[in-house]
């Protein structure tokens, strides 16, 4: 069984952790068009070879980051997302026209 | 009870004279001695037909001894496909063969044999299929020529457990190399584990000869097991087999009833190689074996395997074999080498002998009388050296009972194969060898190429070496170094005869010409020969068919052996029992703490996710009337429900709002304290999959409720959006840590004024929609005032710990007002009424918000929430389907959930949800329905069961209480 | 009377019957160029050569012919699913199925058992019965049992398993086996005999696309030019669209399956629980297949784990309580593209001529032979993509307009 060396909590077995999908960076939904809309949500990289992804280490809830290669299954390193989101993010009201809900 | 083939001390290192065990063999009675296998117990009986071939049902008998082929399966009373060789012997056991019509002696389906030449290999896809249907009538007859054993249907799983171990060192096999690796490693400081195979430790050292005297062997294994025996470092897990490499040297070792699940820092794998069948015509007698296997019989068990034995070899192990052979009275009446030159001493050894010596010579055919139950004579004839197999034209005649055949060796190769490692094939050695393993995984021995026995100690002693460094040990010594190898292949020991039957695998009967037959009807890569033929599919895997599958593959398709290969390893390594990897059943489930109340109250449990919750008070055949009277309960006096499956989580933060702005569709930021707030959730694609009430406590507090089965994975998706949005605020999921009971009902305000001293429940002091923090009972709860079945109503949570005071003073208080529990299908019936949509029932993966008339609920004006983009984009295209409220009168066929809408001659939509309300006096329901179909007045077609279309009516929604004056009471 | 085989045994001489033609070089340039010598690639190019008259296609293998997913899958064909696009088009496929071994003169010894997929929560039973009656509505054979029914159907079945006991199941008679090595066998033996040319060990390095159009490819036994393109090599797909620039819902994973040694006969039925992400078959060979729950992260490889075997174990001994004597014999895997929304990408791309046989996941082989029908319509008519897989298009997921097949599924392919 794998072993995933948690930023965390260090090396644990794979079973302890849960895959949160590719790390795909969010186009500004307020200005982008619907194509680039729909390929954030359903497309994904899927390359042979060394990928960014999310995990969380389950029973701590811990979400992290892990460089892993897809067809080896090497992990080449795991970090904290403080390295690529250390400030807080906001978002600007849409530029598309407002429906009274 | 025929004895006579014992062998005296010191023969038999494994059984125990002093222990006979009765046993039956298809119903007649034996002796054997503890520490037998079945298979020795029964040679030692003069027994050797133990099975019939898969296909063409020969007789066979062992073929290895060690557990490494098919030809001894068994069937014990509650166990088919029993290895007898490797099966130890107990008291009274009660063994029966497999495979056979009548008896394993005279088998009616052994003329199957003589058919065989219209059966070649594949021949099932070339026929029993026409004329149209013809497989139907040929299937069930084949299915039950096919399988092996009966499995028994009536077995009761038995305890069987698992256990984990940690260690610096894992050597995998107690041969020379390994015993000799684990010391080397442990001399420096390693934490080994050494795990062994067979009962006893020392591998080939146990039964094997290497050299003319004949007593280096037993010395080695002594002095090295005294060594590891003693050992603080070392750890021996013996008739354990490490059966497969899993990632980051995991490795399930099987010992017993248990599973070992060994975390090993360096992994060693010492497995050794598996001594390889010679291929001529009848090399499947019973009474053919590998040298290997007699040596086995003798030095372990102390059987003598035959009265005049021809020995066959392609190295020198297999004159070692017949001074073995004759050291036990073994007349040997012939030793044929393969190759054409012999050691000169190993030569002068059979020559003081008087055994008769034949280079350049194989065996043809393998002799019998009629039944083919034993051997009893080879023809030899001379190798031409003109191509591969080819041989001269008449040959010598041998009487014999027992042939040792040994053409070479292949690497026991499977755990390193699975972990990554490549074969090929060095044409020189005319072996196979490994490269390219992974880091902290190493092979020593034989299985690493090394076979002369100075060799192979020195091989283990680097290894463990090399291990302890890898550990960062300190390592003192030197390394080894080898001697020049004598090679222990003979690069071509295959013979077909025209006649056939000379086997390359014996496990699915499969000939020399089936192997190259599949070459030529075009299935040339050795991966296509193997499905078309089934070459390597048996029980053994292809232990001893891979090596000539790849040579007869590479000669057939001019390619070179390497070139071709061998098929893929997989795990296990050995057949294993379902019961130790699966090890303990268990099950877990959650409970609330009232959990007893409902049993106490009569309730139908039911299952809610991995929860359990009570459906109705009451039997299952009740169901009806229960829910029915229930609802009417609720609906005119009070009833409560236990709902502390519900999630929860808690929001504290300055930036608790706006969180929930971002992960919720309504708005929140200007929330007043005091009030609840729908919440519905979708996810990027904009689906709806979740809901609760969002209830403000505090400026900086949200406390939200989720479905009991969706909290968990909100939780995780809040926590991972976070960790990208870092907002100042703290997110817990307290679902196991509160309880909460919904009190609901036109009585219910009284209930729970008698309970609740520091509460305004006033309409004016705690209005529809508030939340308020205060005593229930003595109890710090949080109270909500909800609507979803559609009746004034509390919703009370209280830290766990309290919920089962909480109901029972709420059954207390509520006793003088005729208080009854309701359960979840109550529940469904009466927010059904409301026309209340219950995620994942009434939504499915694909619906947004428009489909089910909740755009009130999505707010236009907050920046951003998860999905709205995405819900724009919906909304900008034509609505497909509906949610709509449907009703049928009383009498009509009811609808069942998952019945479908229909318009025209398409499906247009599916029920939902839909019961008979006795409130209403009608048949209710939510279905989905085409956009054209969804107006309130609207008739919608509804196909029942037997196929029965009816019409049902659209309605508004809800259902009861079309002004909802009763929730806000 | 299998009078096909006297020959074999009167002949003194083998007489060779050839399936699969020795290996030749590439030719320069091809009307049709497949990429993928799997099922569907096969299929694609024997309805092409037999019904469209077209055979100067060239199957392009990178492996050894169908060794991808075509060998791995544990052969259940169905068309219980959910959707009415998804259960047309199944339905279709176990109707080709069911004539196949004749249409193609090879057995693939294709035995109906039915498969009974076993519900234990209510949220189930409501799913089921919608699958039941789209199936019906179809033509299908799909009833709701109950559990008497069931206990009459599989006797061995253990109905209790733990806290979760079995309250009806889903019956659908159409439900069958095959030997899946024998789909790809008979396909590619009639598409050879009509020129069809199969290329093993030849992969598809590079696309040579100009002005939006396919033009060549370039394998590793040198460039081929082409009329248009097929792509059908389902773990890797994205792989070879992203060389084409096309983007893809997809991603990959494992998919584990593992199998005993053989018995006698026990167990027609194929059969199923999703609660318990398990189900079990009996092969004509006698073994007992198992099958669960892809792997949980994606990954280009077909190693077999230790955790994903004790899960999938477990629940299938509570299911039949007497497996945990049988003894299992080998663990495999295949490599999935899987879709969002479980359902499969056929026809176009943004490049013209190179067509799209993607996104199969866990559910391809069940559809092969419909897969190769269609997709050979798609060809033969130079880009008019027919009715019935229309709903499959790639462009569905900009549009939001995705085919929900995920309740079908998952343990149940």
Redesign the interface.
Known sequence: ???INCPLNGPRN??EF???G?FKPMPD??T?S??E???Y????E???GV?R??W?HTPS?Y?FLAERH????EIIRTFD?REL??????????Q?R???? | MNSSNRLPAPMGLLIDRDQPLDFSFDGKSYQGFKGDSIASALLANGRFLLSRSFKYHRPRGPLTMAGQDANSLVQLPREPNVLADAHPLEAGLEVQGQNFNGSLDNDRDAYLGKFSKFMPVGFYYRSFYKPKGMWKVWEPIIRKKAGLGVLDLTFQPEYYDKAYLFTDLAVIGAGPAGLQAALAAANCGAQVLLIEQQPVLGGALAYARFDIAGNRAENLRRELLDAVLGHANIRVLSNATCNAWFTDNYLPVIQGKRMYKVRARQCLVCSGSFDQPVIFRNNDLPGVMLCSAAQRLMKLYAVKPGQRAVVLTGNDDGYYTALDLHDQGVEVAALVDLRNSADPALSRALEQRKIPHLTGSTVYEALHEKGMRHVNGVEVRTISGQGQGQVSDSGLRLDCDLLCMSAGYMPVYQLLCQAGGKLAYDDQKAEFNLSGLPANLAVAGSANGRHGLDNVLADGANAGLDAARALGLDVGAERASYARETPVNFDWPIFPHPKGKDFVDFDEDLQVRDIINATKIGYRDVQLVKRYSTVGMGPSQGRHSALPTARLVAASTQRNISETGVTTARPPFVAEKLAHVAGRAFDPYRQTPMHRRHLEAGAKMMPAGIWQRPAFYGKAEDRERCMQEEARHVRTKVGLIDVSTLGGLDIRGPDAAELLNRMYTFAFLKQPVGRSRYALMTNEQGAVIDDGVCARFAEEHFYVTATTSGVDRIYQQMLKWNAQWRLDVDIANVTAALCAVNVAGPDSRKVLEKLCPDLDLSAEGFPYLAVRQGTVAGIKARLLRVGFVGELGYEIHVPARHGLALWDALVSAGQVHDIRPFGVETQRLLRLEKGHVIISQDTDGMTHPAEIDMGWAVSRTKPFFVGRRSLDILEAQPLKRKLVGFTLPKGSPQPLEGHLVLDGPDISGNVTSCEYSASLGRIIGLAYAGARQSEPGQQIPIRVEGAIVVMATVVKLPFFDPENLRQGL | MPFNLLKYGLSAEYPVDVDLPPPRDLKPSYDVVIIGAGGHGLATAYYLSRYHGINNIAVLEKAYLGGGNTARNTAVIRSNYLTSEGVRFYAESVKLFQNLSNEFDFNIMYSERGQLTLAHTDATVRSFRQRAEVNKHFGGRTEMIDRQQIRELVPSLNLDPGHLPVIAGLWHIDGATARHDAVAWGYAKQAAKRGVEIHQLTEVQDLVIESGRIRAVKTNRGTVQCGCVVQAIAGHSSLLMAKAGIRSPIQTFPLQAMVTQPFKPFLDPLVSSSALHCYVQQTSRGEVVFGGGSDPYPLFNSRSTLDLKESLLAHAIEMFPFLANAKLMRQWAGITDMTPDYSPIMGLSPVENYYLDAGWGTWGFKATPICGKTMAELVASGGRVPELIKPFGLERFSTFQQVNEMGATAASH
């Open positions: 069984m794998k072993i794979i079973s849960t895959y949160g590719e939904p307020g982008c619907d194509a809309w729909a390929d949500v359903f497309n994904s899927n390359r042979a990928v992804e999310w969380m809830s979400w897809t067809v080896s299954d997302a989101f250390s400030s807080r993010l906001d978002f600007h009201p849409p598309s407002e429906i009274a809900g």
